[in-house]
């Protein structure tokens, strides 16, 4: 059986000030946010509690930071506002559960996911779609490695996109969240869980996305349009991966990410190709060659060139490649990676393409090496 859901409902605002004319931040209110978005277009705004997310470290989300966070709210708060990139928003919607610590028990289950307060997430990246999404995604220090918890509870109640707090977005930010919903489409797409209803949206974000970066490698500007169209597209990715999953680039991706601390995104699109040329060798016939087809006729070449010439594409609009010895891994953690990534990411290994087994995972570890 294959079911289909979108839970938020999704609002459009042009400006921030729209946003609080709406929403009016008060004293009920537990805001979730960094100070350059606060300080730029909330600064009037008055907020039960307010907690800036770099006071509590850098990149991306860890449990460390939630149980801090959790210490420092000093009232009860029947509201969440999150309002930032993917860490503000994945962190974001824990606080809005009955019980959010201790985080490891969460994850591990052994408390339930129940839903209290009311969450608004308001996305300044366009990447993660985590507005849309019923997934939070933390890096656990101890276990060295990220995971994925993935439950109705965590949906928002409305994702509000505001394209306004995404001016002046730095290029670099702009390059990471928007190859990982490149990732999110194009995983969805493959992934067994896919519905022709989920495919949609796959395919509708990855047009968007690449012809976007078509037009960066024209010369084209971050303009509030383009700004505009990426966000809309990082959202169909993330309708449609809350639906099908993530698999095999996000499970390999983790460790990396939590060992080197590479920006999610970057970590994914390190691991991305060596992952989907496995997935043409071993079967090639299937759904990847209906997407290649769709890849070929948006970048205009061949398809059997369409995953070289994206490659070509990706390096050349929006992010350098690095090997992964650039970042500082060893041979040795090939086969560590590998093994975690087996033993740690089977929600996300199960909608792989196909079966990847752990000598198949190290060997594209090692290939990219
Ligand atoms: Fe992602």
Known sequence: MK??????????????????????INENDLVITNDFTWNKF?????????????????GEPNDEMVERIFRDIKSEYTRVIAIGGGTVLDVAKLFALRQTSPVTDLFDKNISAIKEKR???????????????????????????????????????EAVLVPEL????????????SVDALIHAFESYLSPKASVFSQTF???????????????????ELSPELLKSFLVASDF?????????????????????AEFHIPHGEANYTVFSGV?????KREPNGAISLLCGIISKILGCDGAEALDELDRLLDSAVLKKKRLGEYGMTREQITKFAASVTENQKRLLSNSYVPLTTE??????????
């Open 119 to 157: 969450l608004i997430l308001v996305p300044t990246t366009c990447g993660t779609g985590s507005e849309i999404t019923n997934i939070s995604i933390l890096e656990f220090k101890k276990r060295h490695t990220k995971f994925g918890l993935a439950d109705d509870a965590l949906y928002a109640d």
């Open 360 to 369: 198949q995972i190290a060997e594209i570890y090692a290939e990219l090496y």
């Open 276 to 280: 989907f040329k496995t997935y043409m």
């Open 3 to 24: 079911t289909f859901k979108i839970a938020p409902s999704v609002v459009s605002l042009d400006t921030a000030e729209d946003f609080c004319e709406r929403y009016c």
């Open 237 to 257: 990715a993330g309708i449609a991966f809350s639906n099908a999953g993530c698999a095999a680039v996000h499970a390999m991706s983790y460790p990396l990410g």
């Open 42 to 58: 909330f600064k009037n705004q008055r907020a039960g509690n307010l907690i800036f997310i770099q006071n509590y470290g850098i």
């Open 202 to 220: 796959s395919i509708q974000a990855a047009k968007m996305i690449l012809s976007g970066y078509k037009k960066i490698e024209n010369g084209a």
């Open 166 to 177: 995404m001016d002046g977005i730095p290029f670099s930010v702009f390059a990471v969240s």
